[in-house]
């Protein structure tokens, strides 16, 4: 944690939600969790076990002594676990941490973090998906330059650019709600011996007390559950990556058909003039992190026998920051779309800037059907050349061409070049990414 940076790059309520706090409350609750499932398949007295959830739940632990204290064993579980012990006391400690190991503590306490980070994360994604779906609506018609390996491409609309957007945070949204974080109990080796034939009932009600799913076997070396948030994580993130992009492109002065527009945001250290994207500066922060967090957790999903040397250490910061991380770069992106104001007149002179040129495709296409391919493509490319030289308008070079203007009146032409007149099917794209937004919403 970072009180210089954090503010910018560890945004958002998911933050909070994987803290070194929020690590240790999921600890106790897996503890706590762990001696009520006992009682609860007659293998501890019911008495002992809620004075182990009691301490759990009210007593006092210090986040910095029990680290220190972990690297004596290599992971934070054993010392709380004699802290708890301690606590406890009398006849009741006996039952504390019956049956588990450490990672069965640690990687409950994971499935515990992730589930409400899971919650947090969800919230804005929910929220930031619902402005995108906005833009779309409200720009469904709004003419805009396509852009196509940075240049200017045939027209789209600003709504069908929104729509793109709210279809990737829906596809993300719904990997997000398919996840379904899983318990962790196998004590020593996955087996669960030292609970004889209670082994099961007792993981069963594990799962219970903690609101997870109960895994079919323990997977203290099959780390697919680990690898699925990866990939979920590291998806929204590439989601929220392109559109915050997008946006700074934009914004950028020379096209300025988008800014950002928030009291005391987007000034300069140094220059007056400037209004930055802020907000979208800081998800594409936080977003770019995220390829190198999910490499790291896939290559540490090489574990070997039933327990692992190195690589179940290896995934605890890293998951940590990629949560924190994705967190920030979804609360800036709904940010981002909140200060967001659209500049139609802008996004039209910027398409008329080339003189209809980038119309010159359809000039093309049309006057092909008289002339045939080659012959209308060599009438056009010069013409389109010349107009770009500051020659002439376009319009009135096609015109005054003798090929195409034996077969196109300056009216057609006229038609052909207005951009708002070739726009596909991009209504009809954008109004079956709004249904298809409006459908997930309702079946969730």
């Not at 790291?296 to 991380?325: D, I, K, N, V, Y």
């Not at 500049?343 to 296409?365: F, K």
């Amino acid at each position: 944690m970072s009180e210089l940076f954090d503010p910018v790059l560890a945004a958002g309520a998911v933050r909070d939600e994987v803290s070194d706090a929020a690590w240790l409350r999921a600890l106790l609750d897996v503890e706590a969790a762990l001696a009520q499932a006992e009682a609860d398949a007659g293998v501890v007295p019911r008495e002992h076990a809620e004075r182990i959830a009691e301490v759990c739940r009210e007593g006092y632990f210090d986040v910095a002594e029990i680290g220190a204290k972990s690297v004596g064993v290599g992971n934070p579980a054993a010392p709380l676990v004699r802290e708890i012990t301690t606590k406890v006391g009398g006849e009741a400690a006996r039952y504390v941490h019956l049956g588990a190991t450490s990672q069965d503590i640690v990687d409950s306490a994971a499935m515990l973090v992730a589930k409400r980070a899971l919650e947090a994360l969800r919230e804005d994604v929910e929220a930031a998906a619902e402005h995108a779906a906005r833009l779309a609506r409200e720009h469904a018609g709004t003419v805009q330059a396509g852009r196509t390996l940075l240049q200017q491409a045939i027209p789209v609309t600003f709504g069908f650019t929104a729509a793109g957007w709210l279809s990737g945070l829906d596809s993300a949204a719904r990997r997000l709600a398919q996840l379904r974080p899983a318990a962790q109990l196998g004590g020593a080796t996955g087996t669960l011996a030292s609970l004889g034939e209670a082994g099961p009932a007792v993981l069963a009600a594990f799962s219970r007390r903690l609101d997870l799913a109960e895994p079919a076997l323990p997977w203290h070396t099959e780390r697919t559950r680990i690898a699925e948030l990866t990939g979920a994580l590291g998806e929204l993130s590439g989601v929220v990556g392109g559109a915050s992009r997008t946006i700074t492109l934009l914004a950028q002065t020379e096209v300025a058909e988008v800014a950002e527009i928030a009291e005391g945001s987007g000034g300069s250290s140094t220059m007056p003039h400037k209004r930055n994207p802020v907000a979208a500066v800081a998800a594409q922060a936080a977003a770019q992190q995220a390829p190198g967090l999910v490499a790291t957790l896939l290559a540490a999903m090489t574990q070997e026998h039933q327990r692992a040397a190195g690589s179940w250490h290896a995934e605890w910061r890293p998951l940590t920051e990629l949560f924190r991380g994705t967190g920030s770069a979804v609360h800036w992106l709904r940010t981002s779309f909140e200060r967001l104001r659209v500049d139609p007149a802008r996004m039209r002179q910027n398409l008329d800037a080339t003189g209809g040129a980038i119309l010159s495709e359809r000039v093309t296409t049309e006057l092909a059907k008289d002339t045939g391919r080659l012959a209308a493509h060599d009438a056009v490319t010069a013409c389109t050349k010349r107009a770009l030289a500051g020659e002439g308008a376009l319009a009135d070079l096609l015109a005054e061409d003798p090929l195409v203007g034996k077969h196109l009146s300056r009216e057609r032409i006229e038609r052909l070049l207005d951009p708002a007149d070739y726009l596909g099917s991009a209504r009809v794209f954008v109004e079956r990414a709004l249904a298809a937004h409006a459908e997930r919403k309702g079946s969730s």
